[in-house]
């Protein structure tokens, strides 16, 4: 069941990078198109800031799901905390996509004339399919913070 577990997980994480990158690309294009004040809101500081915060949380979620993809794979003593950690980094960075997402698009955000919205959904279902975040951090706490634990850069992560 554990391995079962963890290939879920894994799926869900893996699911959440695609939908974190489509969620970027959608609202990207849209702050191209959308014109406010004569000009696209996307030359508006701010508007950059939300999705530029949604990119680096992606690619800090990317390495975490292939490592575990690896350990999973291989059968790894080590399959079950890389899991929650690709878990935990994947599904925070399509929640916050999904929030930021929104908050570009505004209203038209959650309307059927925009993809967003399922998108936005299914993120928000993943996050809590195959653990939440309070089991998927227990298990990286009990990695860490176990009496034996091999701390150090080439030991943890």
Same mark, same amino acid.
């Given at each position: 069941?554990?391995?079962?577990?963890?290939?879920?997980?894994?799926?869900?994480?893996?699911?959440?990078? =695609?939908? %974190?990158?489509? @969620?970027?690309?959608?609202? $990207?294009?849209?702050?191209? !198109?959308?014109?406010?004040?004569?000009?696209?809101?996307? %030359?508006?500081? +701010?508007?950059?800031?939300? @999705?530029?915060?949604?990119?680096? /949380?992606?690619?800090? +979620?990317?390495?975490?799901?292939?490592?575990?993809?690896?350990?999973?794979?291989? =059968?790894?003593?080590?399959? &079950?905390?890389?899991?929650?950690?690709? /878990?935990?980094?994947?599904?925070? +960075?399509?929640?916050?996509?999904?929030?930021?997402?929104?908050?570009?698009?505004?209203?038209?955000?959650? %309307?059927?004339? $925009? &993809?967003?919205?399922?998108?936005? /959904?299914?993120?928000?279902?993943?996050?809590?399919?195959? =653990?939440?975040?309070?089991?998927?951090?227990?298990?990286?706490?009990?990695?860490?913070?176990? !009496?034996?634990?091999?701390?150090?850069?080439?030991? %943890?992560?």
């Amino acid at each position: 069941l554990a391995g079962l577990l963890n290939r879920a997980a894994l799926g869900a994480a893996a699911q959440c990078l =695609g939908l %974190t990158q489509r @969620m970027i690309e959608i609202s $990207v294009a849209y702050t191209r !198109d959308r014109q406010q004040f004569g000009q696209a809101i996307g %030359t508006f500081q +701010a508007v950059q800031h939300l @999705m530029a915060n949604v990119a680096v /949380k992606l690619e800090y +979620a990317r390495a975490p799901v292939h490592r575990a993809a690896y350990d999973v794979a291989h =059968g790894s003593a080590r399959a &079950d905390v890389s899991v929650s950690h690709a /878990k935990l980094a994947a599904t925070e +960075a399509a929640a916050l996509a999904a929030r930021n997402s929104i908050q570009v698009h505004g209203a038209m955000g959650y %309307t059927w004339e $925009v &993809d967003l919205h399922s998108f936005a /959904k299914r993120a928000w279902t993943l996050d809590n399919a195959w =653990g939440d975040r309070a089991y998927h951090k227990l298990r990286v706490a009990d990695f860490v913070l176990a !009496d034996n634990a091999a701390i150090g850069a080439g030991a %943890t992560f």
